[in-house]
């Protein structure tokens, strides 16, 4: 059986927390605030929106790279705070081998912690392997980024290993960056049962 095109079925995902629908150039509006007031958030990521211009040229490059089906960014909402806390993507899709990635993904600080990007990881994979059927799906993040690490961890993801000097990094220098994945077996094996059960 074919698999599915995202880029023709242009999802919007959604559940009773988070509702994760195509990025626009009118969520820079809504993104605004953390560019503002946030831009650590971008201190260990492939790109920043950290500032009104960066902000701007960030969302142009991610509907841009939609357009020519290399990634696919979605702005995030939380249904229980009725508001926008943040961005995140599908990225380095290559529907012939059945993989991608999920990154790029920022939340503002009073969304942390509070099960929001769980929410999201757990539409997002559900999407990869239930409705896409994809063979594998990706993390990456910078090495020295204990949060993230930890937080990919939590939901179940395998590390493969360190890819060294891998890229510049925002900051200066060149990053190495941790190389993690879940693979479609382990999801029906276990993984998606975890995801759901820490998000419940």
């Given amino acids: 059986m074919p698999l599915l095109d995202i880029f023709e079925q242009n999802p919007i995902l959604e559940n009773n927390r988070v509702l994760l629908r195509p990025l626009q150039e009118t969520d820079f509006e809504h993104l605004l605030p953390f560019s503002l007031n946030e831009p650590e958030l971008w201190y260990y990521g492939l790109d920043t929106a950290a500032g009104e211009e ?68 757990l539409l997002m994979l559900t999407y990869v392997f239930d409705v896409w059927g994809l063979e594998r799906c990706g993390l990456r993040a910078d090495a020295r980024n204990v949060k993230s690490i ?27 960056s941790i190389v993690m994945s879940i693979l479609k077996k382990e999801w029906f094996r276990g993984k998606k049962e975890l995801l759901e059960g820490i998000t419940r």
């Fill in 54 to 121: 960066n902000l701007k040229n960030y969302i142009a490059r991610a509907i841009k790279k939609r357009e020519t089906k290399q990634e696919y960014p979605f702005t995030i909402f939380d249904k229980k705070e009725n508001t926008y806390a943040g961005s995140t993507r599908f990225y380095d899709i290559c529907q012939e081998y059945s993989t991608t990635e999920i990154g790029y993904t920022f939340i503002g600080k009073n969304f942390q912690h509070t099960g929001v990007n769980r929410h999201c990881k």
């Fill in 150 to 176: 930890k937080a990919m961890k939590a939901i179940g993801c395998v590390q493969e290993g360190i890819q060294r000097s891998h890229m510049p990094a925002l900051t200066g220098g060149r990053r190495d």
